[in-house]
């Protein structure tokens, strides 16, 4: 089983991490990127937890070549303790309709249906690195902390 360390993104890590993986919320400032390290010291995955009222877990996104090892599970519940740590009872996530992967693991996590209906999104949408166009549904689910 390989082994990671995950902590807060640091300024001087962006260019870094941006180059292997997607930091396309980078430039919101309602929030942070927890990053996963692997054994080589290079990152492995992020989440970003976005600091609303509920906080959202957003961005969560394993490299290829490092999934199926846990990574987004472990990048999850990081998340889950830093909302606690922060005062929030609960931690909100949105989950495309066809994601099923993702959906099993907030399933797994404990993450229920928010009670929000499903959202459709279509259009451009402008990220860090450019635009992309989008058609889905997302799914709002959350999970009470303890």
């Known amino acids: 089983m390989s082994t990671w360390q995950i902590r807060p993104l640091a300024h001087e890590e962006v260019e870094r991490v941006g180059a292997a993986l997607s930091l396309a ?8 990127y927890l990053v996963a390290w692997d054994e080589a ?7 970003r937890l976005a600091l609303t009222d509920p906080p959202e877990l957003q961005d969560v996104l394993v490299r290829e070549s490092h999934r199926r090892r846990g990574i987004g599970s472990a990048l999850t519940e990081a998340a889950e303790r830093e909302a606690l740590a922060r005062g929030f009872d609960r931690l909100r996530v949105t989950v495309s ?4 992967p993702a959906q099993a693991l907030y399933l797994d996590r404990g ?3 928010a009670g929000v209906a499903p959202r459709r999104v279509s259009g451009t949408i402008m990220i860090r690195t450019g635009p992309i166009e989008v058609d889905d549904t997302l799914l709002t689910w959350e999970k009470e902390l303890s």
């Open 25 to 32: 919320r980078l430039d919101q400032g309602n929030g942070f």
């Open 41 to 47: 010291d290079e990152p492995a995955g992020h989440a």
């Open 97 to 100: 309709v066809e994601n099923e």
């Open 111 to 113: 993450y229920v249906d």
